[in-house]
């Protein structure tokens, strides 16, 4: 978890300028691309020249002077051999893969595809520079020969990104800064306390501990102020035949900067509901978590009570998955069950947990 405290450093922070990148793309020799990439069935009246970009519009190309990362199926090149697709390597080289062999894959528009939704190398490399440099107090710029630099920070950032918060003599922001967090019973969390005294906090453990728990509970505590991302506590604990969360319980203490004062809060399930929703402080959060890298079709949707009938898996190689699994994790897993919904089964491992104390 990481994040600037406006307490203690005043800056604000801004994302990079988009990239403006003029060098020349990654091509193929023309000798070596495979037949498929040269199957195109357009019939297009236009000259094409060669090292020139072309899109698919309806039956026809139309030149382009960008590629469009998105519509890789529909876009074209002109090489010295004629007309034909971009490469798979020449478009993961464009997201920033190399080392690879995409050319080979079996699916290959599912690969055009699974190319096209993955994180942008480049993109993600430029927003971690300019953070890290945020954070050690300089100001990130790119200079004219590619080299990067560190300049001074001066009081003005160099680039700005118009603020999508909306300030006026007539709105108050909430500045409200969190202290600590006590966690009566949460999970596998018992009395625990945790202080945010500092610029950065850092939670540690073991797989299973509890981290992403308190994440989560932090997540959920503030109600947000202009963002989108209102996160509920029954999108990180669903209820389900095996866990209900009734008695859990956790309490925040936080600094309202605007009134001058310390309060307290607490977050409590006695029976199906969460209480106390209403009164949440205001401030926008944003949660990201190993959930944001899995698929969407993956994903659990679903966040009222999930009601499934549980068996014990009875795999030939169950044991041999139980003892991979705890030299792994370095749990004593002690039997495999499938969880079966209307819709969907799944497999869980179960053992009993050592609560934090």
């Not at 003599?169 to 969190?178: Q, R, T, V, Y």
């Not at 698929?295 to 998955?321: F, G, H, V």
Request: hydrophobic share 35%; charged share 30%; proline share 3%.
């Amino acid at each position: 978890m990481v994040g600037i405290r406006n307490d203690l450093y005043h800056d604000e922070f801004y994302f990079p300028q988009e990239m403006q990148d003029e060098r020349l793309m990654y091509q193929e020799k023309a000798e070596e691309i495979a037949e498929w990439y040269r199957k195109v069935p357009i019939t297009s009246d236009i000259a094409l020249e060669e090292g020139k970009y072309y899109l698919k519009k309806g039956r026809d190309l139309e030149e382009t002077d960008f590629i469009h990362i998105g519509k890789f199926k529909d876009m074209f090149i002109a090489d010295a051999w004629g007309r034909r697709r971009f490469t798979h390597n020449e478009y993961a080289r464009l997201k920033g893969f190399s080392g690879y062999n995409f050319n080979n894959c079996k699916n290959k528009y599912d690969t055009y595809r699974k190319i096209a939704f993955a994180s942008n190398v480049f993109v993600v490399n430029k927003i971690a520079s300019v953070l890290k440099a945020y954070l050690m107090g300089v100001d990130f710029a790119q200079s004219s020969d590619e080299n990067t630099e560190l300049i001074t920070v001066s009081e003005k950032p160099v680039k700005k990104v118009k603020n999508t918060i909306t300030k006026s003599e007539h709105k108050i922001i909430p500045k409200i800064k969190l202290n600590s967090i006590h966690i009566d019973n949460l999970k596998g969390i018992k009395n625990a306390d945790i202080s945010f005294d500092k610029n950065l906090t850092a939670i540690m453990g073991v797989n299973g501990a509890g981290k992403s728990t308190i994440l989560h509970a932090l997540a959920c505590v503030f109600k947000p102020y202009e963002s989108k991302e209102n996160y509920k506590f029954s999108f990180f604990f669903t209820p389900t035949p095996d866990s209900s969360w009734k008695n859990s319980k956790f309490s925040i203490t936080y600094f309202d900067e605007n009134m001058q004062k310390e309060n307290k809060k607490e977050y409590r399930k006695n029976k199906d509901r969460w209480a106390r929703y209403a009164d949440r402080p205001q401030r926008d959060t944003y949660f990201i978590g190993i959930e944001t890298c899995v698929p969407e079709i993956e994903k659990e949707s679903q966040t009222s009570y999930i009601d499934y009938k549980t068996s014990l898996a009875k795999e030939r190689n169950a044991d041999k998955i139980i003892r991979a699994a705890a030299y792994v994790l370095n749990k004593n897993y002690d039997q495999l069950n499938y969880h079966k919904t209307k819709k969907k089964e799944s497999f869980r491992l179960s053992l009993q947990r050592i609560p934090w104390r």
